[in-house]
């Protein structure tokens, strides 16, 4: 979790000042973004062990498809969701990266990275958060947030966060810790809640207030000069407005007690609904515009009283053993229910004409794949993209693209596949990072087509 170099209360109390031209203008973004543009946020989650492809895959076309019975209970936002059918985990081959780890502790990290693991197991590369965090993190108060769900001790195959080569960032596991840091200094006192609203009251709006002077600006200086300086009011009225819809409606989730000995069968759901209160009200508050949330770690524990690991192994051991694929799809429902948690939080929270989700780029992903007959696979691998439909990848879509079949002598072929940096390039640049490639085992450049 990092911080950015101003408080937030000297943050709020510039907001509520006189001043508020001068002291906005260092936290404006870097390149002037047009009024109204709403901040653009990116959330990786992760979950363990793969998916069972059968039931999780959505079927039909691209805008008339259905979700996977895995998936059922995304249904209410499947509007905003997007998925993109055809992927290879490019460079997690055993050819091709047979350094140390197994396939789980290279996939952990090179789902974000695109990169190998170092001697040491840690990964090589720099994750797309990280990097989008570059592009925008001097936006909010905190460049990014990394939390975690039992993500375990650290190691290779246990963190999927990295701030450059050799660099794994390390997830809070406990949701009392990030409330404390996020939310310790954050106040509801109505006292300064009406300082704050007299001050918006006496001035309506900063730049309203002051137009005169700027029209007699403008008519002093050049044509660049004066595009630049209506480009950095349009950002401060947008500033000020989010402010004003912040201090209205931004509130702290609700403390929590400790639990003692967690465990995923018995307290996976409500560690995952106090980490994602954090993230949302984090996001709709405006404190940070970068996050991620590890769910486990690359062996996995016991889901539902069933050793994941061992399902996973038993799909292509036992691959008519049909209560194991019932089983597989009873984990898969289990994780598919708490994104639409997380979906659902995002949604509730206002913003423009829209909601935090609109302006919030969740990108899902695991560690392997899995489907009858094979296990542990970097083929046809899982992303869904949720959210984010103002500024990043038009949504509602079953995005398939020609792909070998299971039966195929070409199924190995990673050629015959759309290799995964394909999907981080067209993330980056949805932040505006201009990448052509992205990690150290990238093959290809540009973006993944049609997306």
């Given amino acids: 979790m990092k911080i950015a170099n101003f408080h937030r209360r000297t943050f709020l109390g510039t907001i509520a000042g006189v001043g508020i031209t001068a002291g906005l203008l260092p936290f404006l973004p870097r390149g002037a973004r047009a009024a109204g543009d709403g901040p653009r946020r990116i959330l990786l989650v992760y979950s363990p062990l793969g998916n069972f492809a059968e039931s999780w895959w959505p079927t039909g076309s691209e805008f008339e498809w259905e979700l996977g019975s895995s998936l059922a209970g995304l249904a209410p936002y499947k509007e905003h969701l997007l998925f993109p059918d055809g992927l290879v985990k490019q460079g997690m081959q055993w050819d091709a990266n047979g350094g140390p780890g197994n396939e789980h502790g290279k996939g952990i990290s090179m789902v974000w990275t695109g990169s190998r693991n170092q001697e040491s197991e840690w990964n090589n590369g720099t994750s797309i958060d990280q990097t989008v965090a570059a592009a925008i993190g001097d936006q909010s108060l905190y460049r990014s947030i990394e939390l975690g769900v039992l993500a375990g001790d650290a190691w290779g195959g246990g963190r999927m966060i990295y701030a450059g080569p050799g660099q794994p960032l390390e997830p809070e596991q406990d949701p009392r810790a990030a409330f404390d840091r996020l939310f310790g200094d954050f106040t ?21 207030m002051v137009k005169s ?14 595009a630049a300086l209506e480009s950095h009011l349009a950002a401060i009225r947008g500033i000020e407005k989010r402010v004003d819809a912040v201090m209205g409606g931004c509130s702290a989730p609700t ?5 003692e000995g967690p465990n995923w069968s018995e307290h996976g759901q409500l560690l995952f609904e106090r980490q994602a209160d954090l993230i949302s009200a984090a996001f ?26 061992a399902l996973t192994h038993a799909c292509a051991d036992t691959p008519d053993d049909t209560s194991v694929h019932d089983k597989l799809r009873q984990i898969d429902t ?14 509730a929270a ?18 392997t794949q899995n489907r009858i007959g094979s296990t542990h696979e970097h083929l046809r691998f899982p992303y869904l993209l949720m959210g984010g439909r103002n500024f990043a990848f038009p ?33 980056s640049r949805a932040f505006g990072v201009e990448a052509e490639t992205y990690g150290d085992m990238d093959t290809g450049a540009g973006p993944l087509v049609d997306l």
């Fill in 255 to 259: 403390s929590f007690e400790a639990i």
């Fill in 334 to 347: 289990w994780f598919g229910d708490r994104m639409a948690y997380l979906l659902g939080r995002l949604a």
């Fill in 395 to 427: 949504t509602g879509r079953y995005v398939r693209w020609q792909q070998p079949t299971p039966d195929s002598p070409d199924w190995n072929d990673v050629a015959k596949w759309q290799h995964h940096q394909r999907l981080l390039v067209s993330i």
């Fill in 350 to 367: 206002p913003e423009g004409e829209g909601s935090v989700l609109d302006n919030t780029l969740v990108v899902w992903s695991t560690d």
């Fill in 188 to 208: 509801d006192d109505p006292v300064e809640q009406a300082k704050l609203a007299q001050a918006r009251a006496r001035r309506l709006s900063v730049i309203d």
């Fill in 213 to 226: 002077d700027l029209d007699r600006v403008m008519l002093k200086i050049g044509a660049s000069q004066r």
């Fill in 284 to 309: 709709a508050c405006d404190l940070t515009r970068v996050a991620s949330l590890q769910l486990g770690h690359s062996n996995g524990d016991d889901v539902l009283g069933f050793n994941h690991h």
